[in-house]
Every structure is written in structure tokens, then in C-alpha cells.
């Protein structure tokens, strides 16, 4: 069974730098690519970044020049290093993974983290 367990959420201020991980376990198929989502309170959930095993990266608009995602193939572990942090990145920041085994997609989300960035 899939599991991704993600840590370096918490409490900071405007302007400081917060680092995520994200380790996936039980893998049995093709990683496709790994990714961040984040969901605010009453907000739905969004794009913040994503990778994919080739190392192509995609970033939501609000966080683009701000926050860098990165990934180690090998720990099968992606990283989000946010920097210049804000008041509106508050929000629970979850997890994603993508995969494929043939013609078998699979995809995967973790349990969330909570990012507050207080002003």
C-alpha cells in the first residue's frame, strides 16, 4: 500500500522560509511524477508545484520565484523549499504522487501539514 508521510509544516513568520518533505513508501509501479497541493480554509485546493520523473516542473502562479520544488528519485522524497513566505500561503499543504504501471494509473495523496505564516 501507497503511503506518503510529509513533514516540515509549523508556524512561521511573513518573510521566513519553510522546507516540506514528502516520502513515499510501498511504491510497486512507476513514479510519474510527485507534487504539492494546497488548500486554505474555505478555499479549494490548488496546484502549488509539481515534478515529474524527468525533473520538469510546474508552479501555481501565486508561489512562482518564491518557492522551489526539488525531488530525490532514489528515497522516492520530493521537497518544497518556500521562501518569502506570506500571509496567504497559509493553508494545509498535501502531498501527491502519480504513477503508472502499464496501462494502470495510480495516484496517491498524503495526509497534509499545516503551513501558517502569521503577518
Known amino acids: 500500500q501507497v503511503q506518503l508521510v510529509e513533514s516540515g509544516g509549523g508556524l512561521v513568520q511573513a518573510g521566513g522560509s519553510l522546507r516540506l518533505s514528502c516520502a513515499a513508501s510501498?511504491?510497486?509501479?512507476?513514479?510519474?511524477?510527485m507534487g504539492w497541493y494546497r488548500q486554505a480554509s474555505g478555499k479549494e485546493r490548488e496546484l502549488v508545484a509539481s515534478?515529474?520523473?524527468?525533473?520538469?516542473?510546474d508552479y501555481g502562479d501565486s508561489v512562482k520565484g518564491r518557492f522551489t520544488i526539488s525531488r530525490d528519485n532514489a528515497k522516492n522524497t520530493v521537497y518544497l523549499q518556500m521562501n518569502s513566505l506570506k500571509p496567504d500561503d497559509t493553508a494545509v499543504y498535501y502531498c501527491?504522487?502519480?504513477?503508472?504501471?502499464?496501462?494502470?494509473?495510480?495516484?496517491?495523496w498524503g495526509q497534509g501539514t499545516q503551513v501558517t505564516v502569521s503577518s
Open positions: 515534478i515529474t520523473a524527468g525533473g520538469s516542473t
Open positions: 501527491n504522487l502519480e504513477g503508472r504501471n502499464g496501462l494502470t494509473k495510480y495516484k496517491s
Open positions: 510501498g511504491i510497486h509501479f512507476s513514479i510519474t511524477a
